[in-house]
């Protein structure tokens, strides 16, 4: 009963396979090799614009990588107060952008509205040379509470942002769960929408270590072969990146991993629901976040559940976590069973 | 018949066999998995130490990561004039470092003479406010030439270094080699000898991606954890970095990969001096170092050898490579065939 | 009638006076003249404490280096969320930090409050490897709201600080003025009180451009000479640097000046408040801060004051600015006379 | 008898009176006020192009600065292997520069020959991803041997340097002394020789401390201000370094001030040559530097002259400094005398 993360589970067989056939041989390094090269293409046809591609072996490397490239040093990241770029990467973004500042704003369930940014952008607090300038607005697509932005969400907060000369910035650690549920092309989630830069990450979906930043405008990408290399993040033997970006970008197995794990999350807030335990967010991606009776986490964790408690000034309004309770965060991946919910479940509603 | 880099072979069997079976089940991520907290106290034994061990997808990671965890930003790196970490990274350690210097030092065949360093400490160029200090010596073990430092060298180099307040830092991405060749013990090659942090790399050697920045002294490397994932270098699903140094330390793979990778380029030297084409430097790891005429050059390319040709000021006095003819390196590994060593001297020496 | 800044007043006679004589004959640079070995002893002396002295020529380079030297690039440094080194340095921390996080906290009248600093360090969103480590509490004294800290309040503050290992740091740009109101010790109201380092800051006290960063643990300023210089802080011809800190140290000047614009801050007060116009914080320091109505604000515009109007949310509970009316801030000075005051608030409260 | 350095020198009388002049009433901080702003038009008119300029209070801010400005961080700055940037700044450009190179040339007399420069862009050393990409041509200008380049050295160096995409950066710390040496127009001996951008120094020449970093195409210098604001560099009281440009620039002061310090060295290297210790460079600015036998060195210590001895690799090919001798340099002044001139030659020479 693994719900600690998605990034807990294994390798997908087909990527692991992927991964195997492309061990044959030698092929150039850094991204010299053929199967390099054919995946900036198949990442162009599957977003249906040009493109510039990346690959780096984890997600954090991406986001700073990328918000380092879109930032210059005296610019600010708008972003949500939640979001794993300002709360969880140990300042990688601040690291990379030569001191940049991250922003957070507060919204509920993970997502930052129209009106708070463009309230936050009009705050008499920027501007050279005393202060920064907002430079890049960062989302998370799934967000941190497992919600999802609509395209139409996407396009209003970009516009504010483009009308204010940011760039936007999105966090795609899980963006195959968020796009499995918006069920729309890629290309209508990110560009068509306003996004300059996606973190492409198919790590948390079944791959070993398969991240990328992907431009959209290839011309801004000028430079970021170089810091990606003195980022220590050009790995040696590429191919295997992009092997498993490959296997993921065949027959739509990305999507069709993601969407099992939404059908479990889907599936697990459902059998949650009936015993009582209904989620304090929408269930949009692969996340599920209950508040639980601390009777009920006793018996979970004794029964071998894993899984997180979460910390979350993101409920909604009039929405509080009980004294004898605790908010808990359970993930579901291409790997989870409805054997693993159905004893989740069974233990959090025994009495 | 591919000599351009050990790291344009792919994964070595057992270790891709490794990585399968840790694709079992869940595990949690970012090093909490039980495979990882055993690859510490495995590198202890192996190292007959106590150690820091933080694991990290490519060896310019390590290099950069210890590099600026050895050095103040005022600090110099005092390495030989054609290493790694001063020309191939792009300035990774500098960044990392927060804008440290590294100082080349010249050497005949990649080494740098103990005089040579006590010369250059020795020199009024040093100390605060006004000039950096030197922090650390970077050794490359084996070195960018193909030859070896003997544990003698190292502590000569160690005891210079120290006198002067310098940490010793050694380049091992081809240490499998070096020590495969020096057939002394990882603690007599390492700590022993006066090296007090190793960047431990084995993806060389024949793993998909696994290198480690390994302490000697633990205390040494508090904030190393923070500065890892800041750096973006704390892989998620860390269990599968474990897996590849488990496969590859279980009964001395690395050893035994290195060994093979190291007697293939024996072979090749003695066939290339058998065709009146004698190595410019002692083939003491896994790599040979030719000038080659002109046509030679000519017929390889055409039946498709690959290999590099290289630049150097570090050849032996007095000799040079002629105006018709190119200094090449020649690189095996453990994928190395006698057969393709067979071809290339064929057509090397055809006439 | 220029109410900006204390920054918009000129230099001091006496301290105009000292450069002049300083300019005498040859001196040493880079601090290695007789009169900067002086002014550590001295401010040793005024502190009753052992210190390190570092002079730079702005209050950005203090704080900067301080907190940079106080804190590790994964660390926080706590902050009011109005201080000038979190809204008004352009990100100078950040980048001296190499990348740490400032983390603003609410707080009114520009002050934290123990509870509010206590409740921030209990957050679960602190600690290694994924979260940065609180590090400094940076304090401002005087506030960016024109109060003053007690001896009590920082010692309290302090505590809470230190026994999550935090560093206590006080920007001191307006420490004279701090100081003069207090009415205690130097050595009361920092180290006593458990500050760790200070940014001691004389330019808008009275000089030319004259601040320090003094380090009460000498031990811990291993490194700053370096940090300083490839700042860019090291001043060559640093007599007169030294000069300035050894005319205001010198009976008092410095207090005695900071008195006179604390005296002045408190006459325009009383005559504003006369004239219907309290001041919306206590006036503690030399600003004075006031809600104008749009009318009052348009005849000062007028007749030729000068001011600026302040954005805060630091207000007290229940206070707020009307729709008619603008929040600025008053800043007297040394060189503020009784007649500029009597014609602002002629000005203001004219009819 | 002080030959130490030029910074050792005070402030020139009518720079002291500018100053104390510039202390009257009140002005706008920060580069507000209206000297400021003159400044850079009075800027303009001398080197008769548009410019860009910034002031800041020390020479290695200035080229720091700069040189972070016109470099990406995986750049290279080429320099004189003995130039200031690179040896005595502790590594301020690499901190700026967010870790950029800095690359050493070697030269007879502290200056760069076309040639050595030509065959240091021709290295195969250079390119993305994996090497740093040349990216600024820095020249001393006089260099740190005393030496002038004429403007064709510098057209033919920019020539080399522009071909391969660099930036032409001069760190004129003593830019007086070789523009009054050379008696042309600033603009000849900047944008129209090919200069970019000029570290324009005063302080040597006689400012308390005054700097500036002067762009010949604006355009480059989008975000300088932010630079320098977050480099703790934009002084509060910004009239006052307005008011040493500008009684510098007001009927030639500058030029009148570095003359008198050259006649002077020229004075000293005859008078010294006379006596049997003939320069070991050409005179060209403000410094003289001569191989001193040791008895000579001791009647002068003892006789309370004060001068550095010096290292250098870029003596004229050929010549040595004996074993009972020692290179020092005299620097020369604004405040240098005939008298002290006397008395140093008297006891260099007496026997």
């Given amino acids: 009963m693994n719900f600690a993360s998605d990034n807990n589970s294994g390798i997908a067989p087909v990527v692991l396979a992927a991964i195997q056939r492309a061990s044959q041989g030698f092929a150039p390094a850094y991204g010299g090799d053929a199967a390099t090269l054919r995946i900036r293409d198949r ?3 599957i977003f249906e614009h040009e493109v510039a591609v990346f690959l780096v072996p984890t997600g954090t490397a991406a986001n700073a990588l990328a918000l380092a490239h879109l930032s210059p040093p005296w610019g600010a990241v708008l972003c949500h107060v939640e979001s794993h770029v300002i709360t969880d990467e140990c300042g990688a973004p601040e690291f990379f952008g030569g001191g940049l500042k991250l922003i957070g704003l507060a919204g509920v369930a993970g997502k930052i509205a129209v009106a708070t940014l463009a309230e936050a952008l009009a705050r008499p607090m920027w501007g050279g040379p005393h202060h920064v300038t907002p430079s890049v607005l960062s989302l998370t697509q799934a ?5 999802v932005y609509s395209a139409d969400d996407i396009r209003a907060l970009a516009d504010v942002a483009h009308a204010s000369g940011l760039a936007v910035h999105v966090d795609g ?3 195959a769960n968020a ?4 069920d729309m092309s890629p290309a209508a989630a990110t560009w068509k929408a306003g996004v300059d830069a996606l973190s492409f990450g198919l790590t948390k979906t079944g791959a070993l270590a398969a991240e990328a930043v992907v431009f959209f405008d290839p011309a801004k990408a000028a430079g970021m072969e170089e810091r990606r290399k003195r980022g220590g993040h050009l790995v040696s033997k590429h191919r295997f990146l992009a092997a498993q970006f490959d296997a993921m970008l065949t027959d739509d197995l990305w999507l069709t991993l993601a969407r099992h794990a939404n059908g479990k999350a889907d599936r697990l807030a459902r059998s ?3 015993a009582g335990l209904a989620p304090v967010w929408p269930v949009e991606a692969n996340e599920v976040f209950v508040s ?3 009777a ?3 018996r979970l964790k004794a029964a071998g559940a894993t899984y997180y408690g979460w910390d979350s000034g993101s409920l909604p309004a009039g929405m509080s976590v009980g004294s004898d309770a605790v908010l808990v965060r359970l993930v579901t991946s291409f790997a989870t069973t409805d054997d693993e919910i159905a004893q989740f479940v069974e233990a959090a ?3």
């Fill in 43 to 45: 990442i162009a046809e």
């Fill in 143 to 147: 967000t941190e509470a497992g919600t």
């Fill in 173 to 175: 650690a899980r963006f």
């Fill in 179 to 182: 796009l499995a549920r918006l």
């Fill in 272 to 274: 949650l629901a009936a």
């Fill in 292 to 294: 639980l009776p601390a």
């Fill in 296 to 298: 009920a986490d006793r």
């Fill in 349 to 351: 509603a025994a009495r």
